[in-house]
T-cell receptor, first 110, second 114 residues
């Protein structure tokens, strides 16, 4: 069945890079997303990648996709305290349904 | 920034009350969604709509109901709130076209039923 898995917690020091990992099971996934959720707020789209791409870079964010292993990662360069949040990986196979992971809680220590 | 709004942001209510959570979007999106999210947990799809007069139940069974009389409006109703309904409710929308399938989320309604 469809499933998206993420590690639950990540702690880094300010200025270091953060790498958040995600695995998905549906090989027909068309779009893969990273969303950010700050406390008490909704989800904010950070970036997305099409399944025919291996990498996408957007300022401090780098997304890597390994289709063979069904592995997606989000790298945040020069992590700041404002990056502390929950990061959700999500996949969509082209239909109405987007499957979300449980979220990775990123803690940034000053 | 997404133009999708939810009211109220916070609601504390007693058991047995009827409540309606409002969700509106001004982007003209056809598809709208309601998710339930317990604190620190994943999102569960409880309702979705393809367009006006279309509503479907999601993966997670919910005692709530929804309606879609206008494109921009997708309210969620609980006829008789119970403590087990305490959760955060997130509304989202998208156009559902290839290449623009990103869901835009509202800020959420945090519901507490005493």
């Amino acid at each position: 069945g469809e499933d998206v898995e993420q590690s639950l917690f990540l702690s880094v020091r300010e200025g270091d890079s953060s790498v958040i990992n995600c695995t998905y099971t549906d090989s027909s996934s068309t779009y893969l997303y990273w969303y950010k959720q700050e406390p008490g707020a909704g989800l904010q789209l950070l970036t997305y990648i099409f399944s025919n791409m291996d990498m996408k870079q957007d300022q401090r964010l780098t997304v890597l996709l390994n289709k063979k292993d069904k592995h997606l990662s989000l790298r945040i360069a020069d992590t700041q305290t404002g990056d502390s949040a929950i990061y959700f990986c999500a996949e969509n196979t082209g239909g109405f349904k987007t499957i979300f992971g449980a979220g990775t809680r990123l803690f940034v220590k000053a | 920034e997404a133009d999708i709004y939810q009211t109220p942001r916070y609601l504390v209510i007693g058991t047995g009350k009827k409540i309606t959570l409002e969700c509106s979007q001004t982007m003209g999106h056809d598809k709208m969604y309601w998710y339930q999210q317990d604190p620190g947990m994943e999102l569960h799809l409880i309702h979705y709509s393809y367009g006006v007069n279309s509503t479907e139940k999601g993966d997670l069974s919910s005692e709530s109901t929804v309606s879609r009389i206008r494109t921009e409006h997708f309210p969620l109703t609980l006829e008789s709130a119970r403590p087990s309904h305490t959760s955060q409710y997130l509304c989202a929308s998208n156009q559902g076209q290839p290449g623009t399938d990103t869901q835009y989320f509202g800020p959420g309604t945090r519901l507490t039923v005493l």
